[in-house]
């Protein structure tokens, strides 16, 4: 089994892998895992409808091409009815009837090859096509698991908004407690109550980032409101331990063997080189096998019925060979010859422009992710940090060591901080299946994932 095709059994399991049933109730949220919102996507996406019917094109086109090995076969009658005078003195007429019936078949025997180079190169434009699928199958996966991580990020963020405004009316409370008791000012409490009402705000605008979210997520899964979806959260350990140990010469050597936009346009360079032999078979002679047979009827043979002239006196029958040989075609086969070279040239240099691209484009997804990787790290510890400082400022707070402006401060500080977390730690997630996108290899890393339980 090739790699491509090893790949591809790889994707299609895990594409088939059980998906919830699409006919719950309004009430009843959609609980998708990743693998199944990327089957969901699959089934219904209209651009991987449109690349199946690309490829059950070509296959019709190589049907096609076998028709041109097959003898063609054609049957052609006539018949007439003629009335003529045969006396103008008289003006008497008579009327004479006649019948006509020929089968011919014709089967070609040479001519260039060009019947077998079209075979082969519609057998090459199939295995485009089914390549060309595949990709097209994987952008869907990939753009699915995007929006897919995209919800789990704004779901945390409402969270962390959630968490905040709570902490922030909880504040406000002591802080109205300490007005009262005469050891605030009025500013604080008003300047608290401002810092509410905008947590509020905060909240709202995070939980519309979520609301749009699952609202595109389910435009990709081919799905319509009121259709409500919850995403679990898949388990990136051994995701992250693949990416990992990834390295960028080896990786760019697997990306030409495995990512089949590559496989699809170099399957394009072998069919445009068959379009150069077959354009050449023009300067070739042609042999075909020639068949005629047939008979026919003449009501003028008097002394002969139908049965006996049809049957037998006008029965007729021809087989040999034809042979054309090209002198001048007005420069047509040599015109289409230099066409197909170009063609050629251009598949040629498009496959040399995807190889470079995927080059960059590995490269710099492997970048990406190592650069998300430190950046989490950073996250992590500043967040650890900015938690310290939010806490040791709210205790002086209290106890008048610090005024609010310090408070807001590391307030923001460390919301800013919690939010940066979050996003960074998705971020290596989603890098990581960009990894896998542009290395052609993503069902073997959505394979990876594994499922954990929802946050509470």
């Known amino acids: 089994m090739n790699i491509v095709l090893r790949h591809s059994v790889i994707l299609t399991a895990l594409f088939a892998l059980c998906v919830p049933t699409m006919h719950a109730s309004a009430a009843e949220p959609l609980h998708l895992t990743l693998p199944q919102a990327v089957a969901l996507a699959l089934a219904r996406n209209p651009d991987v409808q449109?690349?199946?019917?690309?490829?059950?094109?070509?296959?019709?086109?190589?049907?096609?091409?076998?028709?041109?090995?097959?003898?063609?076969?054609?049957?052609?009658?006539?018949?007439?009815?003629?009335?003529?005078?045969?006396?103008?003195?008289?003006?008497?007429?008579?009327?004479?009837?006649?019948?006509?019936?020929?089968?011919?078949?014709?089967?070609?025997?040479f001519n260039g090859f060009a019947d077998v180079s079209s075979l082969k190169s519609s057998k090459l434009q199939f295995g485009a096509a089914d390549d060309s699928l595949l990709r097209q199958q994987q952008t869907v996966a990939f753009d699915t698991a995007s929006q897919f991580v995209s919800i789990l990020t704004d779901r945390e963020l409402v969270q962390v908004a959630r968490e905040n405004l709570t902490s922030q009316q909880d504040l406000l409370k002591q802080i109205e407690a300490f007005y009262h008791a005469g050891s605030k000012p009025i500013t604080d409490l008003y300047q608290q109550q401002a810092a509410a009402a905008q947590?509020?705000?905060?909240?709202?605008?995070a939980q519309r980032n979520l609301d749009v979210a699952r609202l595109q997520l389910l435009q990709l899964l081919g799905q319509v409101p009121p259709t409500e979806v919850d995403v679990v959260a898949p388990d990136t350990r051994q995701l992250g331990t693949e990416v990992d140990g990834l390295d960028l010469n080896r990786s760019f050597q697997e990306a030409l063997k495995r990512r089949p936009d590559l496989?699809?346009?170099?399957?394009?360079?072998?069919?445009?080189?068959?379009?150069?032999?077959?354009a050449r078979a023009g300067y070739l002679p042609t042999l075909d096998l020639v068949a005629t047979a047939g008979s026919g009827y003449s009501s003028a043979v008097s002394d002969r019925n139908f049965n006996q002239q049809f049957g037998h006196d006008n029965l007729d029958a021809t087989i040999g060979l034809?042979?054309?040989?090209?002198?001048?075609?007005?420069?047509?086969?040599?015109?289409?010859?230099?066409?197909?070279?170009?063609?050629?040239?251009?598949?040629?240099?498009?496959?040399?422009?995807?190889?470079?691209?995927?080059?960059v484009e590995v490269g710099q997804a492997l970048a990406d992710y190592r650069n998300a990787r430190?950046?989490?790290?950073?996250?992590?510890?500043?967040?650890?940090?900015?938690?310290?400082a939010w806490q040791a400022t709210r205790a002086r707070y209290r106890v008048g060591a610090s005024t609010w402006i310090d408070l807001s401060a590391a307030n923001a500080t460390y919301i800013q901080a919690r939010n940066a977390e979050v996003q960074a730690r998705y971020a290596v997630l989603l890098q990581g299946l960009a990894v896998g996108y542009y290395r052609g290899d993503l069902g073997k890393m959505l394979a990876l994932l594994g499922q954990q339980e929802n946050p509470s």
């Open 199 to 205: 947590s509020q705000l905060d909240l709202l605008s």
């Open 322 to 359: 034809s042979l054309t040989v090209p002198i001048f075609d007005r420069d047509l086969t040599r015109t289409n010859v230099a066409q197909a070279r170009v063609g050629v040239e251009n598949a040629s240099v498009t496959l040399t422009k995807l190889q470079q691209q995927a080059g």
């Open 50 to 109: 449109l690349a199946r019917n690309q490829k059950t094109s070509t296959s019709i086109g190589i049907v096609k091409a076998q028709g041109g090995f097959l003898p063609s076969l054609q049957l052609s009658g006539s018949a007439a009815h003629q009335r003529y005078l045969r006396d103008s003195v008289a003006r008497n007429t008579d009327v004479t009837r006649s019948a006509n019936l020929q089968a011919s078949a014709d089967l070609n025997l």
């Open 374 to 388: 430190e950046q989490l790290k950073v996250a992590e510890a500043k967040l650890t940090y900015a938690r310290q």
């Open 263 to 278: 496989l699809a346009q170099d399957k394009q360079v072998m069919a445009a080189q068959t379009a150069v032999r077959q």
